[in-house]
C-alpha cells in the first residue's frame, strides 16, 4: 500500500512573547510558517519533536501539524492552523491603536 | 464600593512578589513549563492560540475610574491598546508578554486587583448583577455579599484544589440578570413577608458539554448562614465530586449523579456540623464594614428637562434612550448601558481611549460608579436622567453610543478559534457578521428584544444553551460548523435552548439566522410578542422549516 508521506512541521509558542512559532532548517525558529523545515519522514519529524521541547527555554508547547506543500513553503492542512499563522481575523484583531 | 485596606494590600504585594520571583526561575531555567504551568495558571495567565493571556478579575463586576483607567494604562503599555471583558465580568489582555506580567500585575495591585483564582480548580470570580444597587426591582444590593464571598474564598486554603472550577452568581433581583441557574452555586437574595433576609440557593448548574440548569437545594437560607452553607456545599463536593473524570468533574454532574435528595442530606450535616462553631460575630462585623462601602451615592433629584427636549428632538438619543436605559430605584436616574457592540466590531472589546473616556464619564454623571456585565457591555449605573444627553453626545463621539442593548446586535460572543486555545471554530466574526447584516436591512428595532449568543466550542463560555438563539462553533471534518439551538433563556424563567438539527458552514450562518427572523417577523401576534414569546408559544417547528426550507444544510 502506497500513500503519500504526512508532511509535517514542529510549532510551538514563543517562550517570552507566546507568539506563535515554526522550526527552520536552520534549527531556529521563525513567527512565519512558510520558513518552517518540512519532515516528511515522522521518525525524524518525532526527533525533532523531542528535540524542541527539550528546549522549553526557547519555546512553549511544541507539536508536530500536518501541511501540504505550496509555492511559497509549507501550507497549514487544518484551518486553526491557519489562523495561528496568520493571527485573527482582521476584523476581531482592529482596534484603532490609541 | 470595596476598598482594600493594609492586610489585602500585603496579601497581593507578597502574591506579586512571590510570582515576579517564578517568571525569573522560568526565564533562567530553573523552572520547566511543567513546573511553571500551574504557577502561572494560578495568577491568571494562560496560554493561548497567538499569545499569552492574562484574565484580571472584576469582582462582581464592579470597578472604579481609577482602575478603568488602569486597565487602560495597561492595555496601552503592555498589551496591543483593547482589553476584552467577559462574561464572567472579567477582563482578558490578548497579547502579554511573559516578562512584563509581573510589572502588569503590580500595576494592577496599584489599584486593588489582581488575576489570582481566574483560573484552576477554585472558586472564580464572584459574579453579580450587574444593575445591583441600582436597579428599580431591587430587593437589596448583593455586592457586600459577594465581597464577604470573595474574601472567605479567596486563598481559602480547603478549596484550592477542587474537583473542578467553580463559579458563583448572586441576584438580589427577583429578575435575574446573573444567569444564576446555570451556575455551581446561584444565590437569589428573598425577603420574607415577615422582614426575615435570606437566599435561594441553587446548586449544579452549569453549561458546557452537559448543560444544567441548576435545581434548588434551599428554598430559603437565612442570610446570616450564607458562608457556613457556601463551605457545607463546597465541602460536600470537595470530597464527593468525581477526580478521575475531568468531564465529570463539575458539580452539576456530582448532584446529577448522587441526586439532589441525597447531596442535600450530605450537605444539611456537614452544615449542621459546622454551623455551631462559624464565627458569625466577625462575620457581621466585616459585612457591616463591607456594607459602609457599598453606600449608595446621594442622588439628588435634577431637572429632566434635557432629556424630554433631546428625546423629542433627536431620533439618535431617542433610539439610543429607548434600549439602553433601564429603570433606576431613584427618581430622575436611569442605568445606562454603554454598548461595546458597535456594528462590526468585537463584542466586548474596549480600546485604553474608550475605557479612559468612560472613566471620565463615570467621573462627570454617574458618581464615579462602573460595572462590567456579563453581556460584555460597560454600565454607569447612576446617571440623572438631566445628563442623558450630554452623555450620549460625549458616547457617540467614541463609538460608544450604539442603540441596542438587548436586541439583536448586543450579541455574546466568546473568543473563538481568532484567540482561543480550545476553540473548534470562530466566534466574533459571526456575531460581526450578523450585526453588520442586520443593520445593513435595517431590522434590528423591529425584530426586539432578542439575545444571540455565540460559542467556539463545547465549553460555552458564550452561553449559548441560553441564548434566544444560540450558535455553537464546531469543527466537522477540519471545516467550521455552526449549530443552533432556539429557546433558550438566562432570565429567572431559565430553559435550555433545543438543537434545530444540522449545522451550518460559517457562510451560511448569517443566511440561517434571517430565514428564523423572518419567521418570526411573520409569526408573532404583534409587535409585543418577543421572538421568546413566540417561540414559547409556537415551539419549534415554524422556525426549523423556515431554516431548513429549501435549504442546502450539509448533514453533519
Ligand atoms: S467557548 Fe470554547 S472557544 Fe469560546 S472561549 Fe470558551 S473555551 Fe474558548
Same mark, same amino acid.
Given at each position: 500500500?502506497?500513500?503519500?508521506?504526512?508532511?509535517?512541521?514542529?510549532?510551538?509558542?514563543?517562550?517570552?512573547?507566546?507568539?506563535?512559532?515554526?522550526?527552520?532548517?536552520?534549527?531556529?525558529?521563525?513567527?512565519?510558517?512558510?520558513?518552517?523545515?518540512?519532515?516528511?519522514?515522522?521518525?525524524?519529524?518525532?526527533?525533532?519533536?523531542?528535540?524542541?521541547?527539550?528546549?522549553?527555554?526557547?519555546?512553549?508547547?511544541?507539536?508536530?501539524?500536518?501541511?501540504?506543500?505550496?509555492?511559497?513553503?509549507?501550507?497549514?492542512?487544518?484551518?486553526?492552523?491557519?489562523?495561528?499563522?496568520?493571527?485573527?481575523?482582521?476584523?476581531?484583531?482592529?482596534?484603532?491603536?490609541? | 464600593?470595596?476598598?482594600?485596606?493594609?492586610?489585602?494590600?500585603?496579601?497581593?504585594?507578597?502574591?506579586?512578589?512571590?510570582?515576579?520571583?517564578?517568571?525569573?526561575?522560568? &526565564?533562567?531555567?530553573?523552572?520547566?513549563?511543567?513546573?511553571?504551568?500551574? &504557577?502561572?495558571?494560578?495568577?491568571?495567565?494562560?496560554?493561548?492560540?497567538?499569545?499569552?493571556?492574562?484574565?484580571?478579575?472584576?469582582?462582581?463586576?464592579?470597578?472604579?475610574?481609577?482602575?478603568?483607567?488602569?486597565?487602560?494604562?495597561?492595555?496601552?503599555?503592555?498589551?496591543?491598546?483593547?482589553?476584552?471583558?467577559?462574561?464572567?465580568?472579567?477582563?482578558?489582555?490578548?497579547?502579554?508578554?511573559?516578562?512584563?506580567?509581573?510589572?502588569?500585575?503590580?500595576?494592577?495591585?496599584?489599584?486593588?486587583?489582581?488575576?489570582?483564582?481566574?483560573?484552576?480548580?477554585?472558586?472564580?470570580?464572584?459574579?453579580?448583577?450587574?444593575?445591583?444597587?441600582?436597579?428599580?426591582?431591587?430587593?437589596?444590593?448583593?455586592?457586600?455579599?459577594?465581597?464577604?464571598?470573595?474574601?472567605?474564598?479567596?486563598?481559602?486554603?480547603?478549596?484550592?484544589?477542587?474537583?473542578?472550577?467553580?463559579?458563583?452568581?448572586?441576584?438580589?433581583?427577583?429578575?435575574? =440578570?446573573?444567569?444564576?441557574?446555570?451556575?455551581?452555586?446561584?444565590?437569589?437574595?428573598?425577603?420574607?413577608?415577615?422582614?426575615?433576609?435570606?437566599?435561594?440557593?441553587?446548586?449544579?448548574?452549569?453549561?458546557? =458539554?452537559?448543560?444544567?440548569?441548576?435545581?434548588?437545594?434551599?428554598?430559603?437560607?437565612?442570610?446570616?448562614?450564607?458562608?457556613?452553607?457556601?463551605?457545607?456545599?463546597?465541602?460536600?463536593?470537595?470530597?464527593?465530586?468525581?477526580?478521575?473524570?475531568?468531564?465529570?468533574?463539575?458539580?452539576?454532574?456530582?448532584?446529577?449523579?448522587?441526586?439532589?435528595?441525597?447531596?442535600?442530606?450530605?450537605?444539611?450535616?456537614?452544615?449542621?456540623?459546622?454551623?455551631?462553631?462559624?464565627?458569625?460575630?466577625?462575620?457581621?462585623?466585616?459585612?457591616?464594614?463591607?456594607?459602609?462601602?457599598?453606600?449608595?451615592?446621594?442622588?439628588?433629584?435634577?431637572?429632566?428637562?434635557?432629556?424630554?427636549?433631546?428625546?423629542?428632538?433627536?431620533?439618535?438619543?431617542?433610539?439610543?434612550?429607548?434600549?439602553?436605559?433601564?429603570?433606576?430605584?431613584?427618581?430622575?436616574?436611569?442605568?445606562?448601558?454603554?454598548?461595546?457592540?458597535?456594528?462590526?466590531?468585537?463584542?466586548?472589546?474596549?480600546?485604553?481611549?474608550?475605557?479612559?473616556?468612560?472613566?471620565?464619564?463615570?467621573?462627570?454623571?454617574?458618581?464615579?460608579?462602573?460595572?462590567?456585565?456579563?453581556?460584555?457591555?460597560?454600565?454607569?449605573?447612576?446617571?440623572?436622567?438631566?445628563?442623558?444627553?450630554?452623555?450620549?453626545?460625549?458616547?457617540?463621539?467614541?463609538?460608544?453610543?450604539?442603540?441596542?442593548?438587548?436586541?439583536?446586535?448586543?450579541?455574546?460572543?466568546?473568543?473563538?478559534?481568532?484567540?482561543?486555545?480550545?476553540?473548534?471554530?470562530?466566534?466574533?466574526?459571526?456575531?460581526?457578521?450578523?450585526?453588520?447584516?442586520?443593520?445593513?436591512?435595517?431590522?434590528?428595532?423591529?425584530?426586539?428584544? &432578542?439575545?444571540?449568543?455565540?460559542?467556539?466550542?463545547?465549553?460555552?463560555?458564550?452561553?449559548?444553551?441560553?441564548?434566544?438563539?444560540?450558535?455553537?462553533?464546531?469543527?466537522?471534518?477540519?471545516?467550521?460548523?455552526?449549530?443552533?439551538? &432556539?429557546?433558550?433563556?438566562?432570565?429567572?424563567?431559565?430553559?435550555?435552548?433545543? =438543537?434545530?438539527?444540522?449545522?451550518?458552514?460559517?457562510?451560511?450562518?448569517?443566511?440561517?439566522?434571517?430565514?428564523?427572523?423572518?419567521?418570526?417577523?411573520?409569526?408573532?401576534?404583534?409587535?409585543?410578542?418577543?421572538?421568546?414569546?413566540?417561540?414559547?408559544?409556537?415551539?419549534?417547528?415554524?422556525?426549523?422549516?423556515?431554516?431548513?426550507?429549501?435549504?442546502?444544510?450539509?448533514?453533519?
Amino acid at each position: 500500500m502506497s500513500r503519500k508521506p504526512q508532511l509535517q512541521v514542529v510549532t510551538a509558542n514563543a517562550l517570552i512573547s507566546g507568539h506563535s512559532v515554526w522550526l527552520t532548517a536552520s534549527g531556529g525558529w521563525s513567527p512565519r510558517m512558510g520558513d518552517a523545515r518540512v519532515f516528511d519522514d515522522p521518525q525524524q519529524a518525532q526527533a525533532a519533536l523531542a528535540h524542541a521541547t527539550a528546549r522549553s527555554d526557547i519555546v512553549v508547547g511544541a507539536y508536530l501539524a500536518p501541511v501540504r506543500a505550496g509555492v511559497a513553503g509549507p501550507e497549514p492542512v487544518h484551518f486553526r492552523e491557519a489562523f495561528r499563522r496568520d493571527g485573527p481575523s482582521p476584523a476581531a484583531n482592529a482596534h484603532p491603536r490609541s | 464600593m470595596y476598598r482594600y485596606d493594609e492586610f489585602d494590600h500585603a496579601f497581593l504585594a507578597e502574591r506579586n512578589r512571590q510570582f515576579r520571583a517564578q517568571v525569573a526561575r522560568r &526565564l533562567d531555567g530553573s523552572l520547566s513549563e511543567d513546573e511553571f504551568r500551574p &504557577l502561572r495558571l494560578m495568577n491568571g495567565l494562560y496560554l493561548q492560540l497567538h499569545a499569552y493571556m492574562l484574565r484580571v478579575a472584576i469582582p462582581y463586576g464592579t470597578l472604579n475610574p481609577a482602575q478603568l483607567r488602569k486597565l487602560a494604562e495597561i492595555a496601552e503599555r503592555w498589551d496591543r491598546g483593547y482589553g476584552h471583558f467577559t462574561t464572567r465580568q472579567n477582563i482578558q489582555f490578548n497579547w502579554p508578554r511573559l516578562i512584563d506580567v509581573p510589572d502588569m500585575l503590580d500595576a494592577l495591585a496599584e489599584v486593588g486587583l489582581h488575576a489570582i483564582q481566574t483560573s484552576g480548580n477554585t472558586v472564580r470570580n464572584v459574579t453579580a448583577d450587574h444593575f445591583a444597587g441600582a436597579a428599580a426591582d431591587e430587593i437589596d444590593d448583593p455586592r457586600p455579599w459577594a465581597e464577604l464571598i470573595r474574601q472567605w474564598s479567596t486563598d481559602h486554603p480547603e478549596f484550592q484544589f477542587l474537583p473542578r472550577k467553580f463559579k458563583i452568581a448572586i441576584t438580589g433581583s427577583p429578575h435575574d =440578570r446573573a444567569v444564576t441557574r446555570a451556575h455551581d452555586i446561584g444565590l437569589r437574595m428573598l425577603r420574607r413577608k415577615d422582614g426575615a433576609e435570606g437566599f435561594e440557593v441553587i446548586v449544579g448548574g452549569g453549561l458546557g =458539554r452537559t448543560p444544567m440548569l441548576g435545581p434548588v437545594i434551599r428554598d430559603f437560607l437565612p442570610a446570616s448562614d450564607l458562608l457556613p452553607y457556601l463551605e457545607a456545599i463546597l465541602a460536600t463536593y470537595n470530597l464527593l465530586g468525581r477526580r478521575d473524570n475531568k468531564y465529570k468533574a463539575r458539580i452539576k454532574i456530582t448532584v446529577h449523579e448522587n441526586g439532589l435528595d441525597t447531596f442535600r442530606e450530605l450537605v444539611e450535616a456537614r452544615f449542621a456540623e459546622i454551623a455551631p462553631d462559624f464565627d458569625r460575630q466577625t462575620t457581621a462585623a466585616e459585612l457591616a464594614r463591607i456594607r459602609a462601602m457599598f453606600a449608595s451615592p446621594l442622588l439628588e433629584s435634577k431637572s429632566e428637562y434635557a432629556f424630554h427636549e433631546a428625546h423629542q428632538r433627536d431620533p439618535v438619543f431617542r433610539a439610543w434612550a429607548d434600549t439602553n436605559l433601564h429603570p433606576h430605584r431613584a427618581k430622575g436616574h436611569a442605568i445606562v448601558t454603554v454598548s461595546l457592540k458597535a456594528h462590526g466590531e468585537t463584542p466586548g472589546d474596549a480600546t485604553s481611549e474608550q475605557m479612559r473616556l468612560i472613566a471620565d464619564l463615570a467621573e462627570r454623571y454617574g458618581h464615579g460608579e462602573i460595572r462590567v456585565s456579563h453581556e460584555q457591555n460597560l454600565i454607569l449605573p447612576h446617571v440623572a436622567r438631566g445628563d442623558l444627553p450630554a452623555l450620549h453626545a460625549a458616547l457617540k463621539a467614541a463609538g460608544l453610543a450604539t442603540a441596542n442593548a438587548g436586541l439583536l446586535s448586543d450579541i455574546i460572543a466568546c473568543p473563538g478559534m481568532d484567540y482561543c486555545a480550545l476553540a473548534t471554530a470562530r466566534s466574533i466574526p459571526v456575531a460581526q457578521e450578523i450585526a453588520t447584516h442586520f443593520d445593513r436591512l435595517r431590522l434590528e428595532h423591529d425584530i426586539g428584544p &432578542l439575545k444571540i449568543k455565540i460559542s467556539g466550542c463545547i465549553n460555552a463560555c458564550g452561553h449559548h444553551h441560553v441564548g434566544h438563539i444560540g450558535i455553537l462553533g464546531l469543527d466537522r471534518a477540519g471545516v467550521e460548523n455552526y449549530q443552533i439551538t &432556539l429557546g433558550g433563556d438566562g432570565s429567572e424563567d431559565a430553559s435550555l435552548g433545543s =438543537r434545530t438539527g444540522p449545522g451550518f458552514a460559517h457562510d451560511e450562518i448569517v443566511p440561517a439566522i434571517e430565514r428564523i427572523l423572518r419567521a418570526y417577523l411573520e409569526l408573532r401576534e404583534n409587535r409585543d410578542e418577543t421572538f421568546l414569546a413566540a417561540y414559547r408559544r409556537l415551539g419549534a417547528a415554524p422556525f426549523k422549516a423556515a431554516l431548513y426550507e429549501g435549504n442546502r444544510a450539509d448533514a453533519a
